[in-house]
């Protein structure tokens, strides 16, 4: 029978799948949110899948990076995070954000991964560049803005590793997830005044160390 199916999908066109309604299927997969994606996958639609990699990839990835100042690290988790994602599918259930879901899944991680250091005594943090997307205007091209705009990064970088981890935490899931403060306060287990007062905090510190002295 398969064989048969095969033959006729190869012989007749006009018994495979429309391009019309493929393309359909995507335009409708595209308007999905996020949540309803997570669903479809978890019946075993693979695209829905796909898109919400594409969807989280960048800013999730930047985020894993930024926290353990680690590439290899940071890929390493990245991988485990949507390992989890892809176990935990038949299970997912909308009572959030799909994001809450995807960073609360790697915030736990990367607490995991501190706690190996901490007793391994193991601090494996190395310069990491900024690689956060920016528009080039022509002045930037000039040898001494480059310069300065990397020395403003690695005095960012500095000061982004000086905070406390809780502090860096939530300013990074703030700057990177998209999420709210009550989100972030119920990602990182604590109430939404304390994850108002460390990014209060995170901010304040990050600005008073850049500022020229």
Request: proline share 4%.
């Amino acid at each position: 029978m398969a064989e048969y199916m095969t033959k006729t999908q190869t012989e007749f066109p006009c018994a495979r799948r429309p391009r019309r309604l493929a393309r359909m299927d995507q335009t409708i997969l595209a308007n999905e949110g996020d949540a309803q994606l997570m669903l479809r996958y978890a019946q075993g639609d693979a695209q829905a899948f796909d898109l919400l990699y594409s969807r989280h990839k960048a800013p999730l990835y930047r985020y894993l990076l930024r926290q353990c100042r680690n590439r290899a690290i940071a890929e390493d988790l990245f991988q485990e995070v949507w390992g989890r994602v892809i176990r935990r599918r038949k299970h997912y259930q909308v009572r959030a954000k799909f994001a809450t879901f995807l960073y609360r899944i790697a915030h736990n991680c990367v607490v995991d991964q501190f706690r190996l250091r901490t007793r391994r005594h193991d601090d494996q943090s190395e310069p990491v560049e900024d690689s956060s997307d920016s528009l080039a205007a022509p002045d930037t091209e000039r040898p001494d803005s480059r310069l300065a705009d990397e020395q403003f990064r690695a005095a960012f970088q500095r000061a982004l590793d000086a905070l406390p981890d809780e502090q860096r935490a939530v300013f990074l899931l703030y700057e990177e997830s998209g999420l709210g403060l009550d989100e972030i306060a119920e990602i990182t287990g604590v109430g939404a005044e304390t994850a108002k007062s460390r990014l209060r905090y995170a901010v304040n510190k990050l600005r008073k160390a850049l500022v020229p002295q």
